[in-house]
């Protein structure tokens, strides 16, 4: 399947309610439909349910089970078209702006709408970072208190990043939202967590909390920047160029995110991040993210420090 690279492509390709739910009907049943009851492969469609009825046995599958669409009242043409717009907005694209674009009766529908598909942009826990890793940590919000038309009072929230430094360019990056009080349990965890150990070499600079990673049987290049600032960006560049990104995005479109929310804001950014050579596919790939449905899991990353 081929998907829409500009706004007029979008609506030629997904022109109705009916277009929408024949793309979806195809990703879910690949082969064509086959009744789970009797295996015939005719059905009725009942768009009001959206539910395909078995022809023979009158079994009633539905399009949408498993999906991020299951049991919305939006259209499946506005969630297309919120698809469209989280794979084409480099920067993102804020929940009010969204409403007014695609006329959902409320901000907290479009809230919804986008956070449920950052939800599904979460990294898979088996897709490990190699090479040459470059970790560091940062604070995030905090310094919005007070901003003249800053919508919220925020706490800063640290965040930790890691990067693959590849010869000329960064590689992937995976960025989480650490509990402050336990930073450095927390950093080996997240670290051991997101690599492959036996592929990886983490380097950091002098922070003590690193230390830990040479306990946990981490590779480890610790390297001492002394208070020079302009060192720590030449040890370790990508991680500094993707905080530096993260913060102009966090407070440009989305005008500040609360520390509750701020890890989907950083899934997305990542995925995006991930797949900055492949923007012509974003469309396909959020689709094919929000069809396979229930958000991958989310859990504190657990890994052993005892690797
Ligand atoms: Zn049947």
């Known amino acids: 399947m081929t998907f829409p690279k500009t706004l007029l492509a979008f609506q030629d390709q997904f022109p109705d309610e009916d277009a929408c739910w024949q793309t979806l009907r195809r ?22 349910r959206r539910l395909e009825q078995c022809q023979r046995c009158r079994y009633q599958a539905s399009v ?91 706490h800063k929230s640290i965040v930790v990043a890691a990067v693959e430094q590849r010869p000329h360019s960064a590689g992937r990056v995976r960025l989480e939202v650490l509990e402050r009080l336990r930073f450095e349990e927390d950093l080996g965890p997240f670290v051991c967590g997101v690599i492959d150990a036996r592929r990886a070499i983490v380097r950091t600079d002098g922070y003590a909390g690193s230390i830990g990673l040479d306990a946990a049987g981490v590779r480890h290049d610790r390297r001492i920047q002394g208070s020079d600032r302009a060192r720590s960006s030449e040890i370790l ?19 500040g995110v609360s520390g509750k ?9 990542a995925y995006r991040f991930d797949r900055r050579w492949r923007e012509g596919e974003l469309f396909g790939f959020v689709l094919a993210r929000a069809v396979r449905g229930r958000p991958l899991p989310y859990p504190r990353l657990t890994a052993e420090l005892t690797g």
């Not at 560049?237 to 005008?255: A, D, E, S």
């Not at 929310?261 to 950014?269: I, N, V």
Request: glycine share 10%; hydrophobic share 40%; with cysteine.
């Open 237 to 255: 560049p990508w991680v500094h160029t993707i905080f530096g990104n993260l913060k102009t995005r966090l407070r440009g479109t989305f005008h």
């Open 27 to 48: 990703m879910r049943w690949p082969h064509g439909f086959r009744c789970p009851r009797c295996a015939h492969r005719k059905s009725y469609r009942l768009a009001e």
């Open 64 to 154: 949408t089970a498993g999906t991020l669409f299951h049991q919305t009242r939006v259209p499946l043409r506005v969630w297309f078209l919120a698809i469209f717009f989280v794979a084409r907005h480099k920067q993102g694209i804020s929940a009010l702006q969204f409403q007014r674009d695609s006329g959902v009766g409320s901000y907290q529908t479009a809230w919804t709408m986008l956070h449920k598909l950052r939800s599904a942009l979460r990294h898979r826990p088996a897709d490990r970072l190699v090479g040459l890793v470059e970790a560091d940590e940062t604070f995030v919000g905090g310094h919005e208190r007070g901003r003249r038309g800053g919508r919220e009072v925020l």
């Open 261 to 269: 929310h701020l890890q989907l804001y950083l899934d997305e950014f």
